[in-house]
């Protein structure tokens, strides 16, 4: 079935390889995306002019125009990617997760449902709402464990708990309503074309800039780390074949201690012969006052997804960690403007904020 499928957040990191995947696949695919800090246009440069492609810039929170935008384009899924998603930004101004993921999406389950509403019987049986979301939802784990999609919400930082209250109010709009919605839950994503705040971008660069290499604490943290193009070949799965009103946890089955992850890509710059420091590259490493109520341990069962719809991460973590690598240094003209003209690496969500900031 070919779709047409509204993708909110679609300039963003995992927003624009949806967008590419989805028009490879035959579908059309309408973006909006409200192009805040972390957006860029040019990782959608190759879908400027394509047919089936369309980009929208706009607030998922205004539902009048995404109520003209799903009947203008006669859109049957909805991917919502639009969010605020750095967890760092979150403790330092709370108030734009806040607006994001916890008004924008209950104002664009408005405007859907309005939508879903008028549509005649068949189109409602075909229609689906997935829900983006992430494991940080889930709290902390323990050395122990692993989050499953009956692990209870218990949220730790302004991110976390506004993804949290998205998803909740996605679930009650199926209970409540009736709308055709699928919720996933996925490990923390990496790859070509991410934002340089996120641990891996940021610390390729700061290695070829022969910057410090900062890590929370001792680099005890794990995460379970997603290859992007594995993500979004998840979510299609979802679309496809994915039951209403379900959650699926997505996650790539690499656990690594943050330390260990940036060890590995000193490694690989090594390995590539790329010019550093006196000492090497593992010489930069600083670590750094921890993060306020920083999760220990993200890991993620993602045997649901598995069993029932047939998809496997593709990629095992070192091998998607050597390709970004490898993507980052040859595409200096996509991330440099952003290190000279939006973000510079500094640190931020040092210091505790009032909720109303």
């Known amino acids: 079935m070919n779709r047409k499928i509204l993708i909110t957040g679609g300039a963003g990191f995992i927003g624009s390889h949806a967008c590419k995947h989805f028009i490879a696949r035959g579908h059309s695919v309408v973006n909006i995306d409200k192009l805040t800090y972390a957006a860029n246009l040019s990782s959608l440069a190759s879908l400027e002019h394509h047919p089936r492609y369309r980009f929208v810039r706009g607030d998922i929170a205004d539902t009048g125009l995404i109520k003209s935008l799903l009947q203008d384009d006669a859109i049957d899924a909805v991917l919502n990617l639009a969010a605020e ?169 690499s656990e690594r201690r943050n330390i260990d992850v940036v060890r590995e890509i000193c490694r690989i710059l090594t390995a590539r012969k790329v010019a550093g420091p006196a000492g090497g590259f593992e010489r930069l490493i600083t670590f750094v006052p921890d993060r306020p109520g920083h999760d220990l341990r993200y890991a993620i069962d993602c045997s649901k997804i598995e069993r029932q719809l047939g998809w496997r991460p593709s990629l095992d973590f070192e091998t998607g960690l050597s390709q970004t690598v490898d993507w980052y240094l040859a595409n200096k003209e996509w991330w440099s403007p952003i290190r000279q003209h939006v973000y510079h690496g500094d640190r931020l969500g040092q210091a505790r904020q009032r909720l109303l900031v």
């Open 85 to 253: 998603s750095h967890v760092d930004r979150s403790i330092s101004a709370p108030s734009d997760f806040i607006h994001t993921n916890i008004v924008g999406t209950f104002n664009l389950l408005r405007a859907v449902m309005d939508y879903f509403d008028d549509l005649p019987d068949s189109a409602q049986k075909a229609f689906r709402f997935i829900q983006v979301s992430t494991d940080e939802v889930y709290g902390s784990l323990g050395e122990d464990g692993f989050f499953t999609e009956e692990t209870p919400a218990n949220p730790r930082s302004p991110y976390a708990a506004s993804k949290a209250s998205a998803d909740h109010l996605v679930s009650a709009c199926f209970h409540t309503y009736g709308l055709p919605v699928i919720i996933s839950n996925c490990g923390n994503n990496y790859g070509p074309y991410q934002f340089p705040e996120k641990l891996i971008p940021l610390v390729i660069l700061n290695a070829i800039e022969h910057k410090p290499l900062p890590v929370y604490g001792r680099g005890r943290n794990v995460r379970d780390w997603l290859y992007v193009e594995d993500h979004v070949r998840a979510l299609e799965a979802l679309l496809e074949s994915g039951v209403v009103g379900e959650s699926y946890n997505i996650g790539g089955r």
